[in-house]
Every structure is written in structure tokens, then in C-alpha cells.
T-cell receptor, first 110, second 111 residues
Framework: RKEVEQDPGPFNVPEGATVAFNCTYS??????FFWYRQDCRKEPKLLMS???SGNEDGRFTAQLNRASQYISLLIRDSKLSDSATYLC???????????FGQGTTLQVKP | SQTIHQWPATLVQPVGSPLSLECTVE??????LYWYRQAAGRGLQLLFY??????ISSEVPQNLSASRPQDRQFILSSKKLLLSDSGFYLC??????????FGPGTRLTVL
């Protein structure tokens, strides 16, 4: 079983749609959770941290379910510029290492 | 604010040649530093990480090595490149066991 699993997609959605990505992780000792965005041939960039109570940043909402070891990202009112690969990331227990999922590709169409 | 630099941006090298990629961080001290590789269409693979000068942890046995000669400098090296070393090499820094911030990367092609 992979340490962080994501549906690779691609998710093809029209502009304005709401899209949700899911992720599961295997290490119950993980304490920190993040979503990163990676554009084609570019470095990953931190999109948002994920907190236990859930958190929102504009059109983006992240949720964490520790009991199920499940993380989600919801994007509302999709824009063409949201097209990218979204990486689910968890820390490897009490270490400085992060475990990256393979990523979910989103294509927003006009 | 903190910035992270990597060079070169692109590199084409013959099989068997040496490699040296450099990463430097500005605006912070004693960062955790990381080297990753991303093969085409694949996920990120952690190669090395460092919590301080001269302290290197290797994640994957291979023909690569890393060094940290100064607090904010991280170098990835190889004595003899293999075809399988081709990929996108990313350096990242972290303030302390939290989120990581990536440099722009070096795209390496070994022919």
C-alpha cells in the first residue's frame, strides 16, 4: 500500500464547476498535512496546510479526518488557471520528511 | 523573506560524466534542506535531507551523493551519471519539520 494515495485523474471540469479531490494516508503518526499545486514542468508550490478543524482559503476548502486517515480538497467556482496537478502531502511521523502523493491532475475547460 | 535558488536550470550530460547541482537559500538560518528527483510523469522521490552542516541522510541507495558545506548551501553530486539519473531535480527548504518550499528545479537529461 502506498503511504499517500490519490486518484491520478485527470479530472476534466468546465469553468465554474466544483471539484473535490480525496487522499488517504497510511501513517497514523502523521501530524502535518498539506496540499501542494504543481504546474507542468514547474516546482510544487504550497497551496494550503490542512488543519483538524478544516480550513478555507478563498475558493479552496481542505478537510482532515484523522480517524479515517483521509484528506480532501474542494475547489469551488473553478477557473482555467486552476488547471494543474494537486499533490496531497503528509509528514512522516515526527521527522522532517514529507511524503508526497502521486498527484491528481485537474483540467478546467472553457 | 526567504528565497531558494538552484542552478543550472537545464543540463544535458553524457552518460559517465560527473554532476554537480547547487542549491542556496537566503533569508533564513539553519534550515532543513532536501533533494528530490521527479522522473517524467512520476511522483517526487526524496533523495537526501540535511538538518545541519555536514549532516546528510540518504533515502535511496544510488550513485548520487549530497553535501552541505555551509548552512544555506546544499550540493548534489555524482561521479558517473547513468541514463536513469535523468529527471527533474528539486531542492527544498523547511523552517522546522513543517511545510517545505521548493526551488525552481534543474531539468537533467543524460544521453
Amino acid at each position: 500500500r502506498k503511504e499517500v494515495e490519490q486518484d491520478p485523474g485527470p479530472f476534466n471540469v468546465p469553468e465554474g464547476a466544483t471539484v473535490a479531490f480525496n487522499c488517504t494516508y497510511s501513517n497514523s503518526a502523521s501530524q502535518s498535512f498539506f496540499w501542494y499545486r504543481q504546474d507542468c514542468r514547474k516546482e510544487p508550490k504550497l497551496l494550503m496546510s490542512v488543519y483538524s478543524s478544516g480550513n478555507e482559503d478563498g475558493r479552496f476548502t481542505a478537510q482532515l479526518n484523522r480517524a479515517s486517515q483521509y484528506i480532501s480538497l474542494l475547489i469551488r467556482d473553478s477557473k482555467l488557471s486552476d488547471s494543474a496537478t494537486y499533490l496531497c502531502v503528509v509528514n512522516a511521523g515526527n521527522t522532517g520528511k514529507l511524503i508526497f502523493g502521486q498527484g491528481t491532475t485537474l483540467q478546467v475547460k472553457p | 523573506s526567504q528565497t531558494i535558488h538552484q542552478w543550472p536550470a537545464t543540463l544535458v550530460q553524457p552518460v559517465g560524466s560527473p554532476l554537480s547541482l547547487e542549491c542556496t537559500v537566503e533569508g533564513t538560518s539553519n534550515p532543513n534542506l532536501y533533494w528530490y528527483r521527479q522522473a517524467a510523469g512520476r511522483g517526487l522521490q526524496l533523495l537526501f535531507y540535511s538538518v545541519g552542516i555536514g549532516q546528510i541522510s540518504s533515502e535511496v541507495p544510488q550513485n548520487l551523493s549530497a553535501s552541505r558545506p555551509q548552512d544555506r548551501q546544499f550540493i548534489l553530486s555524482s561521479k558517473k551519471l547513468l541514463l536513469s539519473d535523468s529527471g527533474f531535480y528539486l531542492c527544498a527548504w523547511s523552517p522546522a519539520r513543517r511545510e517545505q518550499f521548493f526551488g525552481p528545479g534543474t531539468r537533467l537529461t543524460v544521453l
